[in-house]
Each structure stands twice: as C-alpha cells, then as structure tokens.
T-cell receptor
Framework: DQQVKQNSPSLSVQEGRISILNCDYT??????FLWYKKYPAEGPTFLIS?????DKNEDGRFTVFLNKSAKHLSLHIVPSQPGDSAVYFC????????????FGKGTLLTVNP | SQTIHQWPATLVQPVGSPLSLECTVE??????LYWYRQAAGRGLQLLFY??????ISSEVPQNLSASRPQDRQFILSSKKLLLSDSGFYLC???????????FGSGTRLTVV
C-alpha cells in the first residue's frame, strides 16, 4: 500500500521554464510534507517542506503547494536550471510517528540547456 | 549541523555472506536514526529506526537486522545475504526538532 505516490517517473523541461513536480498521498493523518533532491550515488538532500496548516511555502526558486482536500502537493521550480536535474522525492510524516518519513518513488527531472 | 558518515560507498558480496554497514553521526546528541533502502526502480523504503541506544524498531520483515550500540552509531547487519538484499542503503538522522532528515552518502550493495 503506497501512501505517497509520485505518478510521473520522469519530467523534462527547458532551462528557464517552470518545472512542476506532483505528489499525491492517501493517509489523511500526514501533517508534514517534504521534498528531497537526490543526485546519483549520493544521499538525498532536504529541499523544502510544508506543514498541513499552510497551503504554500516559498524558498527562492522553489515553492511547494499543498491541497489538503485533494491530498495533493506540488513542487514548482522557477526558473529551472540544468543543475536542478536530479531525482526529486516527495515525503510525508504524521505527528507521533517518531518522525518517520514515508517517501514516494521519485521523479527524475531533466532540465535541458 | 549534523554530519553522517556512512561506509563503505560500494560493496559487492556473494549470496550467503554476512553484512555489516556502519553509520556514525556528528553534531548532535540523542538523535533518531533510520536505515532506508532504495531498490532498483523503487522509492526509499524505511527498514529500521531507533530513538535511543539499544532501541530498534523494524518496519518490514526481512533478512536484515539493526543495532545501536552507542548514541551516535547505527549498524545494519545480515548473517546471510540474499540476492534481493541488493540496493542502495541510506542512513539518516533526525534531530526531532523538525521533520527533516540528514542523510548519509549511502552504500551501494550488490549481492552476486
């Protein structure tokens, strides 16, 4: 039972354009959501997060949107840069779970120069 | 800030051989520690987590075990590896202040 789903295994965009990565979840108890970025043969690095009490969080070129009624979140990268090419993981956690994160399968973003 | 040391970076082991992967943490005390695995074509799956010395919780039934002999040391082990144990193993640390993790650089294990 996959509680966090990233239905697009890959996404390709042109440099300078917007990248939109999507994530859906099924567990209504999740109250915190995170995005991680991963390069090959490296551990994931934290990118941005959002609490369930918010619907938007912005950090520079990265913005995460949360739609709780739809159980959907998205990561927007504007403008996209070739260095953004990586696998992006969506993750979710619920209070009282010892901060265990449930991850999606990831989306490979390729930004073409 | 937290730093996670994880080794080795790559490992090729025959089926039936034992395994020991070590993870140590710097820059924090009493962290929550996690072992994740990324198998080919799959996401990050939580294998074990620990909230303190000697406290291990297993998330999925499997051929692996974990131990936490010291506050900032987390070990993943197996007595006899299976082909299905191949994957990219990641150690992670959470301070509990927020929900973000710091990940180690990972170990690529190939069982042949």
């Amino acid at each position: 039972d996959q509680q966090v789903k990233q239905n697009s295994p890959s996404l390709s965009v042109q440099e300078g354009r917007i990248s939109i990565l999507n994530c859906d979840y099924t567990n209504s108890m999740f109250d915190y959501f995170l995005w991680y970025k991963k390069y090959p043969a490296e551990g994931p690095t934290f990118l941005i997060s959002i609490s369930s009490i918010k619907d938007k969080n912005e950090d520079g070129r990265f913005t995460v949107f949360l739609n709780k009624s739809a159980k959907h979140l998205s990561l927007h990268i504007v403008p996209s840069q070739p260095g953004d090419s990586a696998v992006y993981f969506c993750a979710a956690s619920r209070g009282g779970s010892n901060y265990k994160l449930t991850f999606g399968k990831g989306t490979l973003l390729t930004v073409n120069p | 800030s937290q730093t996670i040391h994880q080794w080795p970076a790559t490992l090729v082991q025959p089926v039936g051989s034992p395994l020991s992967l070590e993870c140590t943490v710097e820059g924090t005390s009493n962290p929550n520690l996690y072992w994740y695995r990324q198998a080919a074509g799959r996401g990050l799956q939580l294998l074990f987590y620990s909230v303190g010395i000697g406290q291990i919780s297993s998330e999925v039934p499997q051929n692996l075990s974990a131990s936490r002999p010291q506050d900032r040391q987390f070990i993943l082990s197996s007595k006899k590896l299976l082909l299905s144990d191949s994957g990219f193993y990641l150690c992670a640390c959470g301070s509990g202040i927020n929900y973000g993790y710091t990940f180690g650089s990972g170990t690529r294990l190939t069982v042949v």
